[in-house]
T-cell receptor, first 117, second 112 residues
Framework: GAVVSQHPSRVICKSGTSVKIECRSLDFQATTMFWYRQFPKQSLMLMATSNEGSKATYEQGVEKDKFLINHASLTLSTLTVTSAHPEDSSFYIC?????????????FGPGTRLTVL | GDSVTQMEGPVTLSEEAFLTINCTYTATGYPSLFWYVQYPGEGLQLLLKATKADDKGSNKGFEATYRKETTSFHLEKGSVQVSDSAVYFCALSSGGSYIPTFGRGTSLIVHP
Protein backbone atom coordinates (compact mmCIF):
# COMPACT_ATOMS: atom_id res chain seq x y z
CA GLY A 1 0.00 0.00 0.00
CA ALA A 2 0.86 3.66 -0.15
CA VAL A 3 3.48 4.81 2.34
CA VAL A 4 3.94 8.19 3.95
CA SER A 5 7.05 8.89 5.97
CA GLN A 6 7.79 11.60 8.51
CA HIS A 7 11.14 12.84 9.69
CA PRO A 8 12.21 13.12 12.38
CA SER A 9 10.13 10.69 14.41
CA ARG A 10 11.11 12.43 17.62
CA VAL A 11 12.68 15.80 18.34
CA ILE A 12 13.60 17.68 21.49
CA CYS A 13 14.46 21.36 21.23
CA LYS A 14 15.00 24.39 23.40
CA SER A 15 12.38 27.07 23.80
CA GLY A 16 12.71 29.78 21.14
CA THR A 17 14.21 27.59 18.44
CA SER A 18 12.52 26.49 15.22
CA VAL A 19 11.88 22.90 14.22
CA LYS A 20 11.17 21.53 10.76
CA ILE A 21 9.20 18.33 10.21
CA GLU A 22 9.15 16.63 6.81
CA CYS A 23 6.35 14.58 5.36
CA ARG A 24 6.98 12.52 2.24
CA SER A 25 4.77 10.33 0.09
CA LEU A 26 7.13 7.54 -0.95
CA ASP A 27 5.35 5.78 -3.78
CA PHE A 28 2.67 8.16 -4.98
CA GLN A 29 2.13 11.79 -5.76
CA ALA A 30 0.07 13.72 -3.26
CA THR A 31 -1.97 16.60 -4.57
CA THR A 32 -3.05 17.46 -1.06
CA MET A 33 -1.35 16.99 2.29
CA PHE A 34 -2.77 17.55 5.73
CA TRP A 35 -1.17 18.36 9.06
CA TYR A 36 -2.73 17.24 12.32
CA ARG A 37 -1.87 17.71 15.95
CA GLN A 38 -2.71 15.20 18.63
CA PHE A 39 -2.68 15.82 22.37
CA PRO A 40 -2.52 12.88 24.78
CA LYS A 41 -5.80 10.97 24.93
CA GLN A 42 -7.43 13.38 22.51
CA SER A 43 -8.44 13.20 18.89
CA LEU A 44 -6.43 14.37 15.93
CA MET A 45 -7.01 18.05 15.28
CA LEU A 46 -6.60 19.26 11.72
CA MET A 47 -4.19 22.19 11.62
CA ALA A 48 -3.94 22.93 7.92
CA THR A 49 -4.46 21.65 4.41
CA SER A 50 -1.84 22.23 1.76
CA ASN A 51 -1.97 21.82 -1.98
CA GLU A 52 1.19 21.54 -4.02
CA GLY A 53 2.36 24.91 -5.23
CA SER A 54 -0.15 26.99 -3.32
CA LYS A 55 -0.52 28.48 0.14
CA ALA A 56 -1.78 26.31 2.93
CA THR A 57 -5.28 26.73 4.32
CA TYR A 58 -5.21 26.93 8.10
CA GLU A 59 -7.98 25.90 10.44
CA GLN A 60 -9.46 28.46 12.77
CA GLY A 61 -7.25 29.14 15.76
CA VAL A 62 -4.03 27.90 14.15
CA GLU A 63 -1.39 30.61 13.82
CA LYS A 64 -0.06 30.59 10.29
CA ASP A 65 3.04 32.58 11.25
CA LYS A 66 3.89 30.06 13.93
CA PHE A 67 3.23 26.91 11.94
CA LEU A 68 4.75 27.44 8.51
CA ILE A 69 3.74 24.92 5.89
CA ASN A 70 5.46 24.47 2.56
CA HIS A 71 4.22 21.98 -0.03
CA ALA A 72 7.02 22.40 -2.52
CA SER A 73 6.50 19.23 -4.54
CA LEU A 74 3.98 16.46 -5.08
CA THR A 75 5.86 14.23 -2.66
CA LEU A 76 7.04 16.60 0.07
CA SER A 77 5.42 18.91 2.58
CA THR A 78 7.17 20.51 5.53
CA LEU A 79 5.85 21.94 8.78
CA THR A 80 8.10 24.41 10.59
CA VAL A 81 7.27 25.29 14.17
CA THR A 82 8.82 28.71 14.64
CA SER A 83 10.01 30.03 17.99
CA ALA A 84 8.77 26.91 19.69
CA HIS A 85 7.52 27.01 23.27
CA PRO A 86 6.66 24.24 25.72
CA GLU A 87 2.94 24.52 24.87
CA ASP A 88 3.84 23.50 21.29
CA SER A 89 4.95 20.10 22.58
CA SER A 90 2.69 17.59 20.92
CA PHE A 91 2.42 14.75 18.43
CA TYR A 92 2.28 16.02 14.84
CA ILE A 93 0.87 13.78 12.13
CA CYS A 94 0.74 14.37 8.40
CA UNK A 95 -1.36 12.65 5.79
CA UNK A 96 -1.42 12.67 2.02
CA UNK A 97 -4.23 12.36 -0.49
CA UNK A 98 -3.20 10.71 -3.74
CA UNK A 99 -5.55 12.56 -6.05
CA UNK A 100 -9.04 13.58 -6.98
CA UNK A 101 -10.22 10.11 -7.95
CA UNK A 102 -10.76 8.93 -4.39
CA UNK A 103 -11.08 12.00 -2.26
CA UNK A 104 -11.91 10.29 1.01
CA UNK A 105 -8.62 8.36 0.92
CA UNK A 106 -5.73 9.59 3.00
CA UNK A 107 -2.50 7.86 3.92
CA PHE A 108 -1.01 8.82 7.25
CA GLY A 109 2.55 9.19 8.39
CA PRO A 110 3.75 7.67 11.67
CA GLY A 111 3.89 11.01 13.43
CA THR A 112 6.56 13.20 15.00
CA ARG A 113 6.82 13.69 18.75
CA LEU A 114 7.95 17.25 19.51
CA THR A 115 9.14 18.14 22.99
CA VAL A 116 10.05 21.75 23.71
CA LEU A 117 12.08 22.30 26.86
CA GLY B 1 -20.45 21.04 14.11
CA ASP B 2 -19.55 17.45 13.43
CA SER B 3 -18.27 15.34 16.28
CA VAL B 4 -17.39 11.75 17.10
CA THR B 5 -17.57 10.16 20.53
CA GLN B 6 -15.74 6.95 21.32
CA MET B 7 -15.61 4.88 24.45
CA GLU B 8 -12.60 5.59 26.60
CA GLY B 9 -9.91 3.01 26.87
CA PRO B 10 -7.87 1.16 27.36
CA VAL B 11 -9.90 -1.89 26.53
CA THR B 12 -8.10 -4.95 27.83
CA LEU B 13 -9.10 -8.40 26.58
CA SER B 14 -7.78 -11.91 26.51
CA GLU B 15 -7.01 -13.52 23.18
CA GLU B 16 -10.11 -14.92 21.40
CA ALA B 17 -12.48 -12.64 23.33
CA PHE B 18 -15.25 -10.69 21.61
CA LEU B 19 -14.54 -7.03 20.98
CA THR B 20 -16.88 -4.07 20.80
CA ILE B 21 -15.70 -0.47 20.65
CA ASN B 22 -18.59 1.97 20.71
CA CYS B 23 -18.73 5.01 18.46
CA THR B 24 -21.50 7.56 18.08
CA TYR B 25 -21.52 10.67 15.95
CA THR B 26 -23.18 14.01 15.36
CA ALA B 27 -23.22 15.37 11.83
CA THR B 28 -25.26 17.34 9.39
CA GLY B 29 -26.50 15.45 6.39
CA TYR B 30 -25.33 11.94 5.66
CA PRO B 31 -21.70 11.45 6.56
CA SER B 32 -19.33 8.70 5.55
CA LEU B 33 -18.05 6.75 8.54
CA PHE B 34 -14.62 5.23 9.07
CA TRP B 35 -12.56 3.20 11.47
CA TYR B 36 -8.80 3.75 11.43
CA VAL B 37 -6.21 1.68 13.29
CA GLN B 38 -2.81 2.83 14.51
CA TYR B 39 -0.33 0.12 15.39
CA PRO B 40 2.59 1.07 17.64
CA GLY B 41 5.11 3.23 15.83
CA GLU B 42 3.06 3.40 12.63
CA GLY B 43 0.70 5.84 10.95
CA LEU B 44 -3.07 5.54 10.95
CA GLN B 45 -4.44 3.02 8.46
CA LEU B 46 -7.96 2.85 7.17
CA LEU B 47 -9.53 -0.31 8.60
CA LEU B 48 -13.03 -0.08 7.14
CA LYS B 49 -15.65 2.38 6.04
CA ALA B 50 -19.34 2.75 5.26
CA THR B 51 -20.86 5.46 3.16
CA LYS B 52 -24.60 5.11 3.70
CA ALA B 53 -27.14 3.89 6.23
CA ASP B 54 -27.23 0.14 6.91
CA ASP B 55 -23.96 -0.40 5.06
CA LYS B 56 -21.58 -2.78 6.79
CA GLY B 57 -17.87 -2.22 6.49
CA SER B 58 -15.60 -5.18 7.12
CA ASN B 59 -11.91 -5.99 7.01
CA LYS B 60 -9.54 -8.38 8.78
CA GLY B 61 -12.41 -9.86 10.80
CA PHE B 62 -13.58 -6.45 12.01
CA GLU B 63 -17.07 -5.20 11.20
CA ALA B 64 -19.07 -2.05 11.75
CA THR B 65 -22.61 -1.20 10.62
CA TYR B 66 -23.76 2.33 9.81
CA ARG B 67 -26.81 2.85 12.04
CA LYS B 68 -28.53 6.09 11.14
CA GLU B 69 -31.33 5.69 13.68
CA THR B 70 -28.89 5.49 16.57
CA THR B 71 -26.13 7.56 14.89
CA SER B 72 -23.66 4.81 15.70
CA PHE B 73 -20.86 2.88 14.03
CA HIS B 74 -19.68 0.37 16.62
CA LEU B 75 -16.61 -1.71 15.82
CA GLU B 76 -16.81 -5.46 16.49
CA LYS B 77 -14.63 -8.51 16.14
CA GLY B 78 -15.60 -12.00 17.15
CA SER B 79 -12.20 -13.23 18.29
CA VAL B 80 -9.33 -10.83 18.90
CA GLN B 81 -5.66 -11.67 18.62
CA VAL B 82 -2.61 -10.22 20.32
CA SER B 83 -1.68 -8.63 17.00
CA ASP B 84 -4.89 -6.55 17.15
CA SER B 85 -3.42 -4.52 19.99
CA ALA B 86 -3.48 -0.93 18.69
CA VAL B 87 -5.34 2.35 18.95
CA TYR B 88 -8.62 2.51 17.04
CA PHE B 89 -10.09 5.79 15.79
CA CYS B 90 -13.65 6.32 14.67
CA ALA B 91 -14.09 9.15 12.16
CA LEU B 92 -16.59 10.77 9.83
CA SER B 93 -16.52 13.05 6.86
CA SER B 94 -19.45 15.05 5.62
CA GLY B 95 -20.48 17.94 3.45
CA GLY B 96 -18.17 17.02 0.61
CA SER B 97 -15.06 18.08 2.51
CA TYR B 98 -13.55 14.57 2.58
CA ILE B 99 -11.58 15.68 5.61
CA PRO B 100 -12.30 13.35 8.53
CA THR B 101 -13.34 14.41 12.00
CA PHE B 102 -11.80 11.97 14.46
CA GLY B 103 -12.79 10.59 17.81
CA ARG B 104 -10.24 10.47 20.63
CA GLY B 105 -9.15 6.94 19.88
CA THR B 106 -9.53 3.79 21.95
CA SER B 107 -6.54 1.76 22.96
CA LEU B 108 -6.99 -2.01 22.73
CA ILE B 109 -4.67 -4.33 24.60
CA VAL B 110 -4.98 -8.05 23.97
CA HIS B 111 -3.23 -10.46 26.32
CA PRO B 112 -2.20 -13.99 25.31
Amino acid sequence: GAVVSQHPSRVICKSGTSVKIECRSLDFQATTMFWYRQFPKQSLMLMATSNEGSKATYEQGVEKDKFLINHASLTLSTLTVTSAHPEDSSFYICSARPGLANQDTQYFGPGTRLTVL
Amino acid sequence: GDSVTQMEGPVTLSEEAFLTINCTYTATGYPSLFWYVQYPGEGLQLLLKATKADDKGSNKGFEATYRKETTSFHLEKGSVQVSDSAVYFCALSSGGSYIPTFGRGTSLIVHP
